[in-house]
């Protein structure tokens, strides 16, 4: 199965956001960064991942495909709106074991606060 997550500069929940920000897929499936507005990126956000999982990082402003083999939590930043809160979550199949220390990871105050909702739909 495949997702589509549009980068946009303004859409749910502000600006500079990922429509849908959270998304649950299974092991195998595949995620699709759209670039709907340009000058944004997909990147994987370090300790936000299950323990063997590979980083990623698309280009910006281009579309590209992530497939995602490992279950658990992924958390994502568009590089250049981090700061923004520009953040996403992937739950790859269910009851993700990284949940606490994806909880964990630091961000800065927009990011954080962007976190919190994502976070409460983890089954």
Known sequence: MEVSIKTLNSGPGGMMVFD???????PGDT???????????????????????????TVVGKEETVTFDKPGLYGFKCS???????????????????LEAAKAVQHGKLAAKRFEPLFEKVQ
Not at 41 to 56: D, R, T
Not at 80 to 98: A, F, Q, R, S, T
Request: hydrophobic share 40%; no cysteine.
């Open 20 to 26: 849908p920000a959270f998304v649950k897929i299974q």
């Open 31 to 57: 995620v699709r960064f759209v670039p709907t507005d340009k000058g944004h990126n997909a990147e994987l956000i370090k300790g936000m991942a299950p323990e063997g999982a590979p980083a990623f990082k």
């Open 80 to 98: 250049p709106h981090y700061i923004m809160g520009m953040v996403g979550l992937i739950e790859v199949g269910d009851k993700p074991e990284n």
